[in-house]
């Protein structure tokens, strides 16, 4: 039995304690002296985000604050030692009739509960995963199957819950599956590549069980998820982070997955940006929807991909070359997103100034954008106080479309510095009936439509406007907000949204997505019962409830990442 099936059948997880030290000692993230810095002993004992005083006055926040005269220093003074945070799972919420900081646990937690346990996917007895719907009113599609990126709010839901065996099955079975080999027609995939969702197979003539995996030869459109490795390190850090067990991410087989799907990322070619090319279709928003070339969603996730990766690499001979190698790309990559992927008032009327066939290195207009690209709805949707990382940007493009969860890991991973995350969190309270409307959260602003809508989609029934990721509300991106609301010290705003969330939910039977400009319609395509709007929910109540959870989902600011900064000039920091 190898050491990765023997690991399988164990029952529990043993914590390495010395190892978990070391572990939140380089948490610091201080990348020049990563290799050098001393151990120091670490109290073990729960901490918390923030003081009992403190978490008091942050939850105590009225709806409509009036604003801070500093504001970034403000809201980033509560949550400051997040990488030293010790969050182990705990029972949260649904044995709880009311939370220690005084939130009355609302009857839908219950019901999500249960509906969470009956999508649990059992292989040779153990549980490995959750279904992506349990809803049984339409054709399943591969909507039977385990998906990498929908089982990461499920992973969390049970981390939080002090169920972490789950998440280690799934972790090893996914690890495993990477080993498979990949081929669509008579071209073979990159050895790293993680599955997009697996099946567990029942032969009730042999009595067996085997795994199906799909690598994107299924799919629609055959594309290979390249979010699927980054949520796995992810994954990998949470479920670390949570138990203080060290010894997973330290088996030869989770090393060597990690160097792998780093090695994918990390790879040298033709590339003048330190952004990763992409195709359209190969994250979240998995049909044509113009996301081609460099997406936000997959340029933040590989940012936390990579400091997650920072954290759990051994530092052997094998992992510090990569660790050199993350270091510089992270430097590279988080100027490069910095720089030219945020806009704010003060850079769209840059932009809109822009001289074009700029040819030096002291060009201002460096990718040649045309002005008269802009889109109209941009100068009535930007806010005075507040901005946000656009969706791509390539040779003679911009994508100003506004992508949630992109941004929102932007912040959790710290590629948005603090006064870039409470930008966000301004134009969010600025834009909520656009943004939020009657169901949290728009997947994309604005919708396409039309004639840019047939070219763009290719006449996708789908995805036409306000539906779908075509301008859809998604609930899953639910604990997503949340833990940036927390993050920023905003948590009012994840409370306004789940409130509202929760007058349609149950009653709605947990839809995939809603349609419509305000999301009041649930998604004429949406299956019922969709598993991670049951567990993004969860989370989300989860991190208000004990917002301590947030170090299992987020990371510092690294001090040593200071790019030039492009502001409005409006703002008073």
Same mark, same amino acid.
Request: hydrophobic share 40%; aromatic share 8%.
């Given at each position: 039995m190898s050491s990765l099936d023997g690991d399988m059948s164990q029952n529990g997880s043993s914590k390495s304690v010395d190892a978990h030290h070391a572990l939140a000692e380089i948490e610091d993230l201080d990348f020049s002296r990563i290799l050098d810095k001393p151990p120091r002993p670490l109290n073990m004992e729960r901490q918390r985000s923030c003081d009992e005083r403190s978490l008091n006055e942050l939850f105590g926040v009225p709806l409509l604050s009036p604003r801070p005269s500093s504001r970034a220093e403000s809201n980033f003074r509560l =949550?400051?030692?997040?990488? $030293?945070? /010790?969050s182990p799972g705990r029972r949260s919420g649904f044995n709880t009739p009311r939370s220690q900081y005084g939130f009355e646990t609302h009857p839908a937690v219950a019901e999500a509960w249960d509906a969470l346990r009956r999508s649990l996917v059992v292989f040779r007895g153990q549980p490995v995963g959750t279904i992506a719907a349990l809803d049984n009113t339409d054709e399943q599609l591969n909507y039977d199957q385990v998906f990498v990126r929908d089982f990461v709010p499920s992973a969390l839901a049970f981390l939080m819950n002090g169920e972490p065996e789950i998440v280690k099955n799934f972790i090893l079975k996914t690890l495993?599956?990477?080993?498979?080999?990949?081929? =669509?027609?008579?071209f073979h995939l990159g050895e790293g590549v993680m599955p997009a969702s697996f099946k567990v197979?029942?032969?009730? &003539? %042999?009595?067996?069980?085997?795994?199906?995996?799909?690598?994107?030869?299924?799919?629609? $459109?055959r594309v290979a998820p390249v979010d699927s490795g980054f949520w796995w390190i992810f994954l990998l850090r949470a479920y670390t982070k949570s138990t203080g067990d060290t010894s997973l991410a330290e088996m030869p087989e989770c090393q060597k997955g990690m160097r792998l799907i780093l090695s994918l990322c990390l790879s040298e070619g033709f590339d003048t940006f330190p952004t990763l090319l992409c195709a359209d279709g190969c994250c979240m928003i998995d049909r044509r929807m113009g996301v081609y070339g460099y997406p936000i969603e997959i340029q933040a996730l590989f940012f936390m991909a990579l400091r997650c990766a920072l954290l759990l690499l051994k530092q052997d001979e094998e992992g510090k070359e990569f660790v050199?190698? =993350?270091?510089? %790309?992270?430097?590279?990559?988080?100027?490069?997103? %910095?720089?030219? /992927?945020?806009?704010?008032l003060k850079q769209l009327n840059d932009i809109y100034r822009y001289k074009t066939e700029e040819y030096s290195h002291t060009a201002v207009n460096k990718f040649n954008v045309i002005p008269d690209s802009l889109p109209e709805w941009i100068f009535d949707f930007m806010p005075v106080h507040g901005g946000y990382f656009i969706?791509? &940007?390539?040779?003679a493009k911009m994508d100003f479309r506004w992508f949630c969860l992109g941004n929102c890991i932007a912040i959790l991973s710290s590629l948005a510095t603090p006064e870039q995350?409470?930008?966000i969190m301004d134009l969010i309270e600025s834009r909520w009936e656009e #943004? &939020? $409307?009657?169901?949290? #959260?728009? &997947?994309? /602003?604005?919708? =396409?439509?039309?004639?840019?809508?047939?070219?763009?989609?290719?006449?996708?029934?789908?995805n036409t406007r306000w539906s779908y990721h075509n301008g859809g509300s998604w609930p899953v991106l639910l604990w997503l907000l949340t833990a940036a609301c927390i993050k920023t010290g905003r948590p009012q705003i994840a409370r306004r949204a789940i409130e509202l969330a929760e007058t349609r939910l149950v009653k709605d039977n947990w839809p995939e997505y809603y349609d419509g400009k305000l999301g009041r319609f649930v998604g004429k395509q949406a299956r019922k019962f969709q598993t991670w709007s049951i567990a993004g929910y969860l989370?989300?109540?989860?991190?208000?409830?004990?917002?301590?959870?947030?170090g299992m989902v987020a990371l510092e600011e690294d001090k040593q990442m200071k790019p030039p900064m492009r502001r409005s000039h409006s703002w008073t920091f």
């Open positions: =949550i400051d030692h997040l990488d $030293g945070l /010790y495993r599956l990477q080993s498979w080999e990949k081929k =669509i027609d008579r197979l029942h032969d009730p &003539v %042999r009595n067996s069980e085997t795994l199906m995996a799909d690598f994107g030869e299924s799919a629609i $459109g050199e190698r =993350i270091t510089k %790309r992270l430097h590279a990559l988080s100027f490069h997103m %910095r720089s030219y /992927y945020w806009i704010d969706g791509n &940007v390539s040779p995350s409470t930008a #943004l &939020v $409307g009657e169901m949290p #959260l728009k &997947v994309i /602003y604005p919708a =396409i439509e039309s004639h840019e809508w047939r070219i763009v989609t290719g006449c996708d029934p789908k989370v989300a109540k989860m991190l208000l409830e004990d917002p301590s959870h947030l």
